[in-house]
């Protein structure tokens, strides 16, 4: 049963465009939400969060939106660079629970 | 703080052998969780504490998969016997609350 669906598993976009990571959720409980980034070899860390009383956060040149009637959230990254290259996973807390989605990769070209 | 500590890096075994991944989580975290991550699946989680106890182990695959955590500051996860498919990358991560996770470098297991 995935609480958290990323439905794209890939995303390619050109260097200076904007990149949009889309992300559902199933489980209203969640009230707490969270964008992790990846690299090769590496542990996920940290990007950026929302919580469920705000509907935008904006971070730099990163932003999540929360749409909670639809149970969906987007991180948008404008102007993407190369360095964003990587698998974004959306994650949904609350209640003492914390889940993943599947992960989407993103390649940003030159 | 040195972060999430797990290890070893990598494991290669051969199927039936027993495996244990190690994990030493921030200081001061209550919270501990296992993770495993395939190209199918993502990141699954397996097993999750709260000071040390067990809160939902749901994710685990079966039997076959045990977790502990004998005290704050050290976690394992066993698989008894492993096989093929559970080839992959493990993650632990440490929370002081249910929210933002600091994750460990990784456990690639490759069972052949």
């Known amino acids: 049963d995935q609480q958290v669906k990323q439905n794209s598993p890939s995303l390619s976009v050109q260097e200076g465009r904007i990149s949009i990571l889309n992300c559902d959720y199933t489980?209203?409980?969640?009230?707490?939400f969270l964008w992790y980034k990846k690299y090769p070899a590496e542990g996920p860390t940290f990007l950026i969060s929302?919580?469920?009383?705000?509907d935008k956060n904006e971070d730099g040149r990163f932003t999540v939106f929360l749409n909670k009637s639809a149970k969906h959230l987007s991180l948008h990254i404008v102007p993407s660079q190369p360095g964003d290259s990587a698998v974004y996973f959306c994650?949904?807390?609350?209640?003492?629970?914390?889940?993943f989605g599947a992960g989407t990769r993103l390649t940003v070209k030159p | 703080d040195a972060g999430v500590i797990q290890s070893p890096r990598h494991e290669v075994t051969e199927m039936g052998q027993e495996v244990t991944l190690r994990c030493k989580p921030i200081?001061?975290?209550?919270?501990l969780f296992w993770y495993r991550q395939t190209m199918m699946r993502g990141l699954e989680l397996l097993i999750y504490?709260?000071?040390?106890?067990?809160?939902?182990d749901s994710g685990m695959p079966e039997d076959r998969f045990s977790a502990k955590m004998p005290n704050a500051s050290f976690s394992t996860l066993k698989i008894q016997p492993s096989e093929p498919r559970d080839s992959a990358v493990y993650f632990c991560?440490?929370?002081?609350?249910?929210?933002?996770?600091?994750f460990g470098q990784g456990t690639r297991l490759t069972v052949v």
């Open positions: 991560a440490s929370s002081p609350t249910v929210t933002e996770a600091f």
């Open positions: 489980n209203s409980m969640f009230d707490y």
């Open positions: 929302i919580s469920s009383i705000k």
């Open positions: 994650a949904a807390s609350g209640h003492n629970d914390m889940r």
């Open positions: 200081s001061g975290h209550d919270y």
């Open positions: 504490f709260n000071n040390n106890v067990p809160i939902d």
